[in-house]
């Protein structure tokens, strides 16, 4: 912004104040006598400018409304207000100054710059990005105007567009650090990741402190599979800025994608130290304690996750298969019933209910969320085995039959579907249809030779099955 400048976004640190103590001291001593009745204007406009640097914009107001009953027709200090305004959160009234100044001024394209800002502060980006034109059209190469038209169009999600923007900026000014992040940040959106790293570290060549850079840097490299160097990108940003729970988050999240589960979890911790109520830490922090078999602390975790947003339907389903590895049946269907009951058209809770409700011997419920699977998820073979096998085991053999050529027809690799297909058909002795059944599950998975022995004893030693068993 020209002038005043003052973001609230996180990705840029705070512009340096250009005024020393010993101004804060002259001031007050201009203010000592006369409070608030100062009558000269360049000493306004000063106090003005001190205390808008300063972020005391009640203050700023008050005498930029003392200007202005000297100078009324002064469109810079119309634009002054509209500024104060706009960050005391008063966009409407900050519109209002802005048109004032502009019916003063009507060719001066920092105010539609300005406006053009307060209109995107109202999420008005259509009116906003109609300003920004506005200003090019006064002056087609004003920098701060194709900066803020490039940022909007990003909001937009018309990142094709921002990037012709953006690199016009950079073409009239290449050692410009905000176009460089920028890019950087369009060109993620656009699948561009190679691009995007290298954007980002032209910024930071400029900008060797800007945490966010370094954090956005590293969420392309984890994109990107880079797990390593992401985690060195995240450990710069943390080091300029410690308490950065985001970047703890996604630090944890890279040490997970490379097995480093310990490691995770201390990010995770960390995140959970700067923000108690993250409930995708939380979540994850669950899901590491979970692949490290300690389903005590997993199901602690996750149960915190559920404290903070108790329709977080993930850490249901993940406490639930904590209490399914313990042995509690009972509480883990309790768990996925209550996720289903917040996302019904998840199939692999549904298939995870299915078993719960089978190791409870509830047959018929266990059979109706299979059915459900199935009809979410045709094409999943480890379903249709299960639901093939619960049939088998209550004498369903038709259906039974027909549900495990189904399961085999999707994965023709599954050693289990094969077995309990051959076990159909030695039931209904269709002992050709058996010895080729068999000879493909113990070739795919030896070690249900071992098995067909227990299930068949009295095949052992059969002239058909004996064969079979020997190789």
């Not at 369009?186 to 900008?207: A, I, M």
């Not at 406490?319 to 019933?337: E, I, M, S, T």
């Not at 249900?448 to 068993?469: C, G, T, V, Y």
Request: proline share 4%; aromatic share 12%.
């Amino acid at each position: 912004m020209p002038g005043f400048d003052h973001f609230d976004d996180d990705e840029h640190l705070p512009r340096p104040n250009d005024r020393s103590d010993d101004d804060l001291r002259r001031f007050r001593e201009q203010l000592r006598n006369g409070e608030k009745d100062i009558n000269n204007t360049e000493a306004l406009e000063e106090i003005i400018q001190f205390y808008f640097e300063h972020e005391q914009f009640e203050e700023a107001l008050h005498f930029v409304d003392r200007l202005l009953s000297f100078e009324p027709f002064s469109s810079d200090a119309w634009q002054r207000k509209g500024m104060i305004l706009n960050n005391l959160y008063r966009y409407d009234e900050s519109i209002s100054c802005y048109d004032k100044a502009l019916t003063l001024n009507p060719t001066d394209p920092e105010i539609f710059v300005n406006k053009g800002i307060t209109l995107d502060n109202l999420s008005r980006v259509d009116e906003a990005l109609g300003a920004f034109n506005a200003a090019l059209d006064l002056e087609p190469l004003y920098e701060e105007a194709l900066f803020h038209k490039g940022v909007t169009l990003e909001k937009k999600e018309e990142f094709e567009e921002a990037v012709t923007t953006l690199r016009l900026i950079l073409e009239l000014n290449p050692e410009h650090p905000d176009a460089w992040y920028e890019l950087g940040y369009c060109y993620d959106f656009l699948e561009k990741l190679e691009d995007s790293v290298r954007c980002y570290d032209e910024h930071l060549s400029r900008d060797p402190y800007s945490y966010n850079a370094w954090y956005n840097r590293g969420i392309v490299l984890n994109r990107l599979g880079q797990y390593s160097k992401s985690i060195e990108s995240y450990d710069m940003a943390l080091t300029i800025k410690e308490d950065f729970p985001s970047a703890w988050y996604n630090k944890g999240n890279a040490y997970a994608n490379l097995g480093r589960l310990y490691d995770a979890i201390e990010c995770f911790k960390m995140t959970l130290k700067n923000e108690p109520g993250d409930v995708p830490a939380w979540h994850n922090l669950g899901n590491a304690y979970e692949e490290l078999a300690m389903h005590k602390e997993a199901i602690a975790a996750f149960t915190n996750a559920i404290k903070y947003d108790e329709n977080h339907y993930e850490s249901y389903f993940g406490r639930g298969c904590c209490f399914d590895a313990l042995d509690q049946p009972k509480k883990a269907l309790v768990d996925y019933k209550k996720a289903i009951s917040i996302h019904p058209d998840y199939p692999e809770l549904w298939h995870a209910k299915a078993d719960a409700e089978y190791n409870l011997g509830r047959i018929e419920e266990s059979l109706e969320s299979y059915r459900t699977v199935l009809k979410l998820d045709p094409s999943n073979g480890e379903a249709w085995f299960d639901y093939g096998d619960t049939l088998y085991e209550i004498g369903e053999i038709k259906d039974a039959s027909e549900a495990l050529s189904q399961s085999i027809k999707i994965v023709p690799h599954f050693a289990a579907a094969h077995y309990s297909l051959a076990k159909i058909h030695i039931l209904l002795h269709e002992q050709k249809a058996a010895i080729e059944s068999l000879a493909r599950a113990f070739k795919l998975d030896p070690e249900l030779i071992e098995q067909f022995k227990k299930d068949h004893p009295d095949l052992k030693l059969h002239r058909d099955f004996a064969p079979l068993l020997r190789k």
